[in-house]
Structures are given as C-alpha cells and as structure tokens.
C-alpha cells in the first residue's frame, strides 16, 4: 500500500501563488506515475496535472498550461504543484493520486488509471 498526504493549500489573492506538495509513505517503491486532480463544488473531479516515474514526461489539463508546474523528486518520495496567477476558478479540493504500473499518454487523464489517493486539500482564490 502507498500513502498520499497532500499540503500546502489554502486561501491567496487572484493572481497569487501556491505550492502544493504530495508525500508519499509505504510502499512507495511500487509508485509509478502520479498526477494532480481537483474537484470543486458541485463538480466532477478534474486532471489537473500527471508526471511519469522519472519526472522526464509531463502532462498538463489546457486551463492550467502555462501557469501550474508539476514536478518530483524520487528521493524524498515527494510530488509538488507550483500554481501561479491563480484564478478564482481555480478555486477546489486539490488530490494527488498515484499509479502502480505505467500509463499511455492518454491514461494520465483518467482518474480511473490511479491506485492511490490522497485526502485532498483546500485551495480558495479570492477575487
């Protein structure tokens, strides 16, 4: 089994930046790629982001190309989101979630290719 603890959410100004970062516990030599989901109210949870094993491949949903960077680093079993100019739509529960086995470029997207599962954390944008 792996663990997923997220952090780093909260509340920032339109504009803003905020640094998420997934810790991953247990048996974390089985974790493969991993990515970034979101829900919001009242809405289906959404990719945000995805990151193959090695870092070297990433993924990013179109409304957050440009402004969210997602990167790892193996050694610390660590996963992190850097957001910049947030928007109030931005405004969700933020996942990190993880893969067992490798994906194709179109798995990343679907929340269905991931194993693991983090508790999620809030992230609130201001207008």
């Known amino acids: 089994q792996v663990q997923l603890v997220e952090s780093g959410g909260g509340l920032v100004q339109a504009g803003g930046s905020l640094r998420l970062s997934c810790a991953a516990s247990?048996?974390?030599?089985?974790?493969?790629?991993m990515g970034w989901f979101r829900q919001a109210p009242a809405k289906e949870r959404e990719f945000v982001a995805g990151?193959?094993?090695?870092?070297?491949?990433?993924y990013y949903a179109d409304s957050v190309k440009g402004r969210f960077t997602i990167s790892r680093d193996n050694a610390k079993n660590t996963m992190y989101l850097q957001m910049n100019s947030l928007k109030p739509e931005d405004t969700a529960v933020y996942f990190c979630?993880?893969?067992?086995?490798?994906?194709?470029?179109?798995?990343?997207?679907?929340?269905?290719?991931?194993?693991?599962w983090g508790q999620g954390t809030q992230v609130t944008v201001s207008s």
């Open positions: 247990g048996r974390t030599f089985s974790t493969g790629p």
């Open positions: 979630a993880a893969a067992r086995f490798m994906l194709n470029s179109g798995s990343y997207f679907q929340s269905a290719s991931y194993d693991y």
């Open positions: 990151i193959s094993r090695s870092g070297s491949i990433t």
